[in-house]
């Protein structure tokens, strides 16, 4: 009976140390891509009424009050001149099926994230008819990564410690 207890007791604790993780804040360029190249998992919050609003190519008054979320899982970095880019940034992105929120049926929303070496993150969201993946909507949110310091709309947490 102990070394049930001991097993369950061991296992319990494993289990804690893995899913029940506290998330760290991540505050800055540099500490976003130590995570990410090192294998950690990073998760991403964007609070879209904390970003300026670019729809077809105007900035817009109105802000959504809406918050989207990802998995960082497959990324690509590009360092400064790499691909003629006058700053460093990392790219991520991801696409799902959802049903439409502004219109009939279903939509892939997808999601193009560009964070910046000076912090500045910019996120790109299409709805794409699944047909024939016609543009049904076409913004961008632009902020800075999430510190202590400011109010922005990118938050970035890591499950490492």
Request: charged fraction near 25%.
């Given at each position: ?128 008819g699944p047909q024939d993946f016609s543009e049904n909507m076409n913004e961008e949110f632009h902020t800075t990564i999430k510190t202590v310091d400011n109010d ?10």
């Amino acid at each position: 009976m102990k070394l049930m207890v001991s097993i369950l007791m061991v296992v319990s604790s494993l289990l804690m140390t893995t899913e029940g993780r506290a998330q760290k804040p991540i505050e800055n360029f540099s500490s976003l891509m130590s995570v990410l190249n090192s294998g950690g998992g990073v998760k991403a919050v964007f609070h879209y009424s904390k970003c300026k609003l670019i729809m077809n190519g105007e900035e817009s008054d109105w802000k959504p009050d809406a918050i989207g979320g990802m998995s960082i899982d497959v990324y690509e970095y590009f360092a400064k001149g790499a691909v003629r880019n006058d700053r460093a940034y990392v790219v991520f992105s991801e696409n799902k099926l959802i049903e439409n929120p502004i219109g009939d049926g279903y939509v892939y929303n997808y999601a193009k994230v560009r964070v910046y070496e000076d912090g500045e993150v910019i996120i790109y969201v299409r709805y794409l008819g699944p047909q024939d993946f016609s543009e049904n909507m076409n913004e961008e949110f632009h902020t800075t990564i999430k510190t202590v310091d400011n109010d922005a709309g990118a938050y970035f947490f890591s499950s490492q410690e």
